[in-house]
């Protein structure tokens, strides 16, 4: 398993923008996917972007064409790029791996946006 740890998020007003980072404790060697869950106030656990090691996208579509997942190998980092938020975006967001059939998750960043 590898060690993730998220920044970046925090309070922003309905329409603005924010930028996730998630670096793993390691280089990640094998073919593997990265990428961001949320769960928001009472409610389950949720897929919002992931990014193959070979640069395959799947988005929610929620946040098709406001957010954008990408990554630098170079860095072991996760990028999401976060625009036109709304209020319902307001979540812990989780940072994800899977190398081979091992899932790691970050602790979790809070992202609130304010009507």
């Known amino acids: 398993q590898v060690q993730l740890v998220e920044s970046g998020g925090g309070l922003v007003q309905a329409g603005g923008s924010l930028r996730l980072s998630c670096v793993a404790s390691?280089?990640?060697?094998?073919?593997?996917?990265m990428g961001w869950y949320r769960q928001g106030p009472g409610k389950q656990r949720e897929l919002v972007a992931t990014?193959?090691?070979?640069?395959?996208?799947n988005y929610a579509d929620s946040v098709k064409g406001r957010f954008t997942i990408s990554r630098d190998n170079a860095r072991n980092t996760v990028y999401l790029q976060m625009n036109s938020l709304k209020p319902e975006d307001t979540a812990v967001y989780y940072c994800?791996?899977?190398?081979?059939?091992?899932?790691?998750w970050g602790q979790g960043t809070q992202v609130t946006v304010s009507s």
């Open positions: 994800y791996a899977r190398v081979i059939v091992f899932d790691s």
């Open positions: 990014m193959t090691s070979d640069g395959s996208t």
């Open positions: 390691r280089t990640i060697n094998s073919r593997n996917t």
